[in-house]
């Protein structure tokens, strides 16, 4: 008997799939994705690349079998632990206003560090990873911990998914990392990127995304150019960017302490909510520096710059 996976549907026709045999089969396109340890995968389970070796992600997930994920990432690769063990990078859900019972896509999760913190507070949460060997940590990690997590091995940019069944969807740094996974005019890529997700979305629902400012006051002070060449665009880039992805309303926020730890979340839409922060955090205690300090982020709250010049944001984008 053939079993019907609602949720899922062909990356090409986004026609509904069936199992047989451990594959996914689309009637119209035929083979379109296959499980792989228990993982649907659409992608090609020996591609890998990443910030760490294909042999340590492989110890990682053979030690997370045997003595847990968080003693294997301590293990194996101790220098990425903080980052990787962190379910802070989570805290921008803090700012939404969504039912415990609503459904959540994190693409591009990495290590399951956004998934499985969002799994504590939301009955379903979908994680997709490119590479296949980080899927898998990631699923070990969310059945580890009880999270109600749900892995897809995928491509962003062919989402096996069907359309509007989320409430949320989650894009940290993937808006970024998008052009450089595939071939083509960046521009291109992030709006075909931003218009997928879109279609993921119920009426009601909205992405999540996090990413650096080009016209940061870091780059300005001489920070790294990195993600330049098209990658990261200023605010009134990424606003133009979303309203041709067909997005409606958007909220931006600057995490104090970066997009890794968003905490602290300041609405940049609020100039006054902005400067109480400056007041309650009282820089000038700290002397002449922190006085100048202080009067600068009064400045820039003011006349609207912080807005402009915060070195990362992270955006709440309606479905139009």
């Known amino acids: 008997m053939i079993a019907q996976h609602v949720w899922l549907s062909c990356p090409e026709c ?4 069936s199992v047989t045999r451990e594959e996914l089969v689309c009637p119209s396109c035929g083979l379109a994705g296959r499980y792989v340890d228990g993982i649907p995968c659409f992608a090609d389970p020996g591609h890998y690349c990443g910030e760490v070796s294909r042999e340590e992600m492989q110890q990682a997930n053979r030690l997370a079998r045997e003595i847990g994920w968080r003693a ?16 802070r990078r989570a805290d921008f859900q803090y700012v939404w206003d969504l039912r415990p019972d609503s459904s959540i896509l994190s693409a591009g999760d990495n290590w399951g560090a956004i998934a499985t913190a969002l799994g504590r507070n939301f009955s379903r949460v979908v994680a997709v990873e490119h590479l296949f060997e980080r899927a898998r940590f990631i699923d070990l990690r969310a059945r580890e911990m009880g999270a109600p997590v749900e892995v897809i091995c995928a491509d962003l940019l062919r989402l096996p998914l069907a359309p509007q069944q989320f409430d949320a969807v989650v894009l940290d740094g993937r808006l970024k990392w998008s052009c450089l996974a595939a071939r083509g005019d960046p521009r291109e890529i992030q709006l075909r990127l931003l218009r997928s997700v879109r279609d993921l979305l119920k009426p009601s629902g909205f992405a999540c995304l996090s990413i650096e400012n080009r016209l940061g006051w870091g780059r300005m002070r001489g920070g790294p150019g990195r993600f330049g060449g098209g990658f990261t665009r200023s605010l009134a880039g990424y606003r133009k960017l979303f309203h041709e992805a067909g997005y409606g309303a958007v909220r931006t926020f600057y995490p104090w302490e970066g997009c890794n730890h968003p905490s602290i979340l300041l609405p940049l839409d609020h100039p006054g909510a902005l400067a109480h922060y400056v007041e309650f955090r009282d820089f000038a205690r700290s002397g002449w520096r922190g006085r100048i300090k202080n009067l600068a982020l009064h400045a820039a709250a003011r006349t609207g710059l912080w807005a402009h010049l915060a070195p990362e944001f992270i955006f709440l984008m309606e479905n139009g």
């Open 72 to 87: 294997a990432i301590e293990r194996v690769v101790p220098r990425k632990a903080d980052l990787i063990c962190d379910s």
């Open 14 to 17: 986004r026609g509904p799939l």
